[in-house]
């Protein structure tokens, strides 16, 4: 079975850098996009970054220049390099899989951003 494990979440203050990964196992085709989604308290989740299998990201205007996302197919691990985070960034960040037309969900991990 599609399992995904994220891992790098923390408390940061303002201005601070995370690096989250996200390891996939389970799925056997190469050709599955990945992403990050956030879900801030009292919000609906939502689409920090998308990466295609064939390498092209797409970010939310709110986190362009400062977050990154890297994929490594062979290993099946997607990465989320956040910089200059802000205490809005503040949410549970949870990795996707879309393999056709599933969808595969992580458990989510905490990143928090505050003085």
């Known amino acids: 079975q599609v399992r995904l494990v994220e891992s790098g979440g923390g408390s940061v203050q303002p201005g601070g850098s995370l690096r989250l990964s996200c390891v996939a196992s389970g799925i056997r085709s190469r050709l599955y996009d990945m992403g990050w989604y956030r879900q801030a308290p009292g919000k609906q989740r939502e689409l920090v970054v998308s990466i295609t299998s064939g390498g092209i990201a797409n970010y939310v205007d709110s986190v362009k220049g400062r977050f990154s996302i890297s994929k490594n197919s062979a290993e099946n691990t997607v990465s989320l390099q956040m910089n200059s985070l802000k205490p809005e960034d503040t949410a549970v960040y949870y990795c996707?899989?879309?393999?056709?037309?599933?969808?595969?969900w992580g458990q989510g991990t905490q990143v928090t951003v505050s003085s």
């Open positions: 996707l899989a879309r393999v056709s037309s599933l969808e595969y």
